[in-house]
């Protein structure tokens, strides 16, 4: 009860410091959908599912379903209804998007309390752990060297005011084979899994090459992104194992944390260029308001227009028209006033669900990500959910700025379980920690 509380409280400051930010500061981007056009009644319903939810939810956490359902909660869910209630569009559209996002989250976490057995990996199977491992670990550093090959001759570090130009440099420079697989895979996968496993099982090595994939990343494609998911990860990471206990606690501080420093950024005047405009950019535009406010873009905009009935991804091309002449992204981008100038890309709920059927499209896409989760605790044994819960939180960043689909196949979520499983050994800790923090107990 009292962790209860506590997260209580702390989303009470979280929704505090949110809105101090979009109206004080996040506003000025009304062309970006921040709109402020605020229902009393709207924002209250918001507040209220909000904290009602965080009450009624457990904070102890025991397989990695559980795990996921939670942080998308506070990644995705938490923010989108704050910013609904205040965007410019007629409140029965508002209050429509609110409620089904709301009883999204809660088909989501009805599929993932299925319970399930675990896939078992031993040596009856023909699978040699070591061999998969080194495989594994060939695999990764294959794809970094060809990443640098690629990027070679355009890479160095820019100062993070300094990255929008030359990404649109580098975008149409390098054009190498199946180099955004590349890129998504090393960023939302291979690193976040590196990363979370050295600092569990204190191999400084593995942290080592985690944090030099996402430099390489940022200095090949200017990926600020990259540089916030592997910081996130790394402090749930070391809180968790120092804590022995898996919990969502560590979440709700952290990103109160961090909207209380970009609150103070604001107060403080500094957010209006240089480090401190960057910052902004990051912690609260990128991270939390964008993609919540591009929920009630894609909304507004497939009310009068065809959805694409899932043709917007390559695979349903082959048996599907696509309705459109450009890319989802440019598309609603063209919609907001961009004439093709900005890529409008937006979470799984808005291009794998309103995008393809509307209101529909959120519960079918509820659906299927509860299926995938499902999916990942069929992978995973439960006591190596704690690593695993650390690795995942990138993925669902990428999640809440893309499609459900894209970040599982070019992002490699699809072989997020499977890489912990192999990469986690019995052997690697050397400090005789038990299995609920190292994963000692490994059936691989």
């Not at 659906?367 to 499902?374: K, L, P, S």
Request: charged share 10%.
């Amino acid at each position: 009860m009292k962790l209860r509380i506590v997260c209580l409280v702390l989303t009470a400051l979280y929704i505090t410091f949110f809105h101090y930010i979009y109206i004080t500061w996040g506003v000025r981007y009304w062309n970006l959908g921040l709109t402020f056009d605020p229902v009393l009644g709207l924002s209250f319903l918001g507040v209220f599912l909000s904290l009602i939810y965080v009450f009624l939810t457990s904070t102890s956490l025991k397989n990695i379903g559980a795990f996921i359902v939670e942080a998308h909660f506070i990644i995705i869910i938490l923010p989108a209804m704050l910013v609904l209630p205040m965007q410019d569009y007629p409140p029965k559209q508002r209050l429509t998007l609110m409620l089904s996002l709301f009883f999204g989250q809660l088909i989501l976490k009805a599929i993932s309390r299925l319970r399930i057995g675990t896939v078992t990996i031993t040596k009856d199977s023909n699978l040699n752990s070591k061999v998969m491992r080194n495989f594994v670990l060939g695999l990764t550093f294959a794809l970094l060297i060809y990443l640098i090959v690629a990027y070679f001759p355009y890479m160095k570090l820019h100062a993070l005011d300094d990255v929008h130009s030359y990404r649109a440099q580098v975008s149409q420079a390098v054009s190498a084979p199946l180099i955004g697989y590349v890129l998504g895979f090393l960023q939302i996968t291979a690193a976040p899994v590196l990363l979370s496993i050295g600092i569990f099982t204190r191999r400084r090595f593995l942290v080592a090459v985690a944090i030099a994939i996402s430099l390489i990343i940022y200095m090949a494609v200017g990926a600020k992104i990259a540089l916030a998911q592997i910081l996130l990860t790394m402090a749930f990471a070391v809180i968790t194992r120092q804590s022995k206990t898996l919990t969502i606690l560590p979440l709700y501080v952290m990103f109160t944390v961090l909207l209380a420093v970009n609150a103070i950024i604001i107060a403080l005047g500094a957010a209006e260029r240089g480090v401190g405009l960057e910052a902004s950019a990051v912690i609260f535009m990128r991270s939390f308001a964008l993609q919540s406010a591009q929920i009630g873009i894609y909304y507004d905009f497939f009310l009068e227009h065809v959805n694409t009935y899932y043709s917007h991804l390559n695979i349903f091309r082959l048996i599907l028209d696509y309705p459109y002449q450009d890319s989802l992204g440019i598309t609603i981008g063209n919609f907001m006033g961009a004439g093709g100038k900005m890529n409008a890309n937006a979470g799984f709920w808005a291009t794998d669900g309103l995008a393809a059927a509307d209101i529909t499209g959120l519960f079918i896409i509820a659906v299927i990500f509860g299926v995938v989760i499902v999916y990942m605790k069929f992978l995973l044994p439960p006591s190596m959910t704690p690593v695993a819960a650390c690795a995942t939180l990138p993925f669902l960043m990428a999640c809440a700025n893309g499609s459900l689909f894209t970040n599982l196949l070019s992002g490699g979520g699809i072989f997020l379980m499977l890489w912990v499983r192999f990469l986690l050994k019995p052997s690697l800790s050397e400090n005789g920690d038990s299995a609920t923090t190292t994963g000692k107990t490994v059936d691989a």
